[in-house]
């Protein structure tokens, strides 16, 4: 037979379960009445001794033990407290540990949601994109300021120098979709120089006019209201070149093609 430690020889900071050995008893019986049958002593600790009975398991507190289990199995009153103090404060411990673990997982789960909604706006800014070219008559604080045209992207057949059609490649065709409009956040305009010599009578110098183009990806974003040199209120179709600039105005404004009618007052 193991002889079980008297609780006192345990510290009480750092409590260690007391094996018990598997005694059996026909019957256990508290002192509220409860009675437990064919019952097996699993475990003893300082707080109480945990069964196997007919119906099932469960732990009984020293306090509900007659006297000579208490006595059987070392019950000391202030070890139990301490033992159980001890006990809450794992617990809270561990409540503790699960409630910061879920709220990242929380976090995390939130992040996710926020980064695959980021995700899926900035792939719909993407597809808002159009293909622009302007010739512009003013290179205004605003932006060019010009006929604009969106372009589709299409193929030409590729020829040989005998002539015969031996491939594709891919073309822009462009369509206007702004007689006067405003197209902001441009890099690399190209400026020229037009001459006109028709109607030019003979041995008079050619009419000449600067010329301002740019091509590339863009996004319309609504119209644009502002004084032109006149001092004349105008609103014009207005894009921009700022992937940005389009983001936000997307955040605001949506996707939908009624946006492109929403106006804004030039800062």
Request: aromatic share 6%; net charge positive; charged share 25%.
């Amino acid at each position: 037979m193991k002889r079980i430690l008297p609780l006192l020889v345990l510290p009480l900071l750092f409590p260690v379960l007391l094996a018990a050995e598997r005694e059996k008893l026909d019957q256990l019986v508290t002192l509220d009445g409860t009675t437990y049958t064919t019952v097996t002593i699993r475990e003893v600790a300082p707080d109480g001794i945990s069964i196997l009975h007919e119906t099932g398991a469960t732990k009984i507190p020293f306090e509900k033990l007659p006297a000579d289990l208490q006595a059987k199995y070392c019950y000391d009153k202030a070890a139990a407290a301490e033992y159980r103090k001890q006990e809450a404060k794992a617990q809270r411990q561990q409540d503790a540990a699960e409630r910061d673990a879920i709220a990242k997982r929380k976090q995390a789960a939130e992040a996710q949601v926020a980064t695959d909604a980021d995700k899926e706006f900035a792939g719909r800014v993407q597809k808002a994109a159009k293909m622009v070219r302007v010739e512009a008559i003013q290179n205004s604080r605003l932006g060019l300021v010009g006929g604009i045209k969106e372009g589709t992207l299409t193929t030409t057949p590729v020829k040989s120098s005998l002539g015969s059609t031996v491939g594709e490649k891919p073309a822009w065709v462009y369509k206007t979709a702004a007689k006067g409009g405003v197209i902001a956040a441009t890099t690399g305009a190209k400026v020229g120089i037009e001459r006109d010599e028709s109607g030019v009578p003979y041995g008079l110098p050619a009419t000449e006019k600067m010329t301002i183009s740019w091509e590339g990806k863009a996004w319309r974003i609504g119209l644009i209201q502002y004084a032109n040199a006149q001092g004349i209120e105008v609103t014009k179709p207005y894009y921009t070149a700022s992937e940005k600039e389009a983001a936000a105005f997307y955040k605001r404004n949506g996707f939908s093609p009624k946006s492109d009618n929403i106006a804004q007052e030039a800062e």
